[in-house]
């Protein structure tokens, strides 16, 4: 790595995401150093620099990164008062994010990486590798140079990143992360005074509720701090779920149902595209923007942005 590259990095939380980036940064040959408030995490984190203070971890740090859950972020908010270098986060709900450090130097981001452990135990250096990163870019508000440090940052430890609003990420994540998540609720809950359920369940139960296991106060405060977006995407399924079980009452529950399920057998056959263009964009934010609303992602940062989008007519470039 070039040493103009290279980033001096504080990350404040050491959980799953936090001790993954900490281990990744250390080894694509950052400098870095970490802090989680749990005495015991920083001891099992020994092995890499860590501080006892968030005011030491971030003295000398160009970039912060915040590791903690959503309800957590205020408290720390308040021990960055002096701090002047760039800010950024990992936090699953992008828009009240914004408007906590709005005023502040600062780049909302969101890895879509991780598993349904979330200690530093289960990180792993190599959690990013090819993971989108999405990276939050507001017209007018955000600095370019702040995002384009961090999307180098980012395409150094292996990630893909997407540029987005945080307006367009909390819809998009609803979709596809939060609404997942109470369904794979729903779903165990099937299980619920059914041990011949339990002892019969397979590959599709296993797949459609591995997210279930994840510590419900993480669920319920992305889900919580996404609740518009939430709503939104949920009311969707909602309407299938009952427009399938009108199917059933129908008298050929086969044929009624067949049409109705057709289309999203479709849609997950074809996710993802088999098919992925090159490009070079430039550095700028209507550019990148139109890049992540087509589906795209940058893989790597020099004088301009390359990367890869969806290669479809209905993706344009």
Sequence with gaps: ??????????????GLIGGS?????????????????????????????TAETIPAAIQDAETTVLAVPLPALHPVRTQLADYDGLLTDVTSVKGPVAKLFEGRRFVGGHPMAG??????????????????????????TTSLPDWVTLARLYTSIGARVVPATA??????????????????????NLLEGHPLAGTLAAGSFRDGTRVAATRAELVAAMCGGNAAAVQS?????LADLGAWDRALDADDPVAALTPLLRRAGELRRGWPGAVDVPVEIALDGDSLLALGRAGGWITRVEESAFGLRPGSDRNPA
């Design 21 to 49: 980036l900490l281990r990744a940064l250390h080894a694509h040959g950052h400098q870095v150093i970490g802090y989680d408030l749990d005495p015991e995490t920083r001891h099992a984190a020994r092995a890499y620099p």
């Design 1 to 14: 790595m070039c040493d103009s590259h290279r980033v001096n990095v504080a990350v404040i939380g050491l």
């Design 167 to 188: 307006d367009e990420h909390d819809k998009a994540v609803a979709r596809i992360s939060h609404v997942p998540h109470l369904l794979a609720a729903a779903l165990s």
């Design 233 to 237: 995407a949920l009311a969707g399924v």
């Design 115 to 140: 598993k349904e452990s979330s200690s530093f135990a289960a990180s792993e250096s190599t959690l990013f590798d090819g993971c989108a990163w999405v990276l939050c870019l507001e017209p007018g």
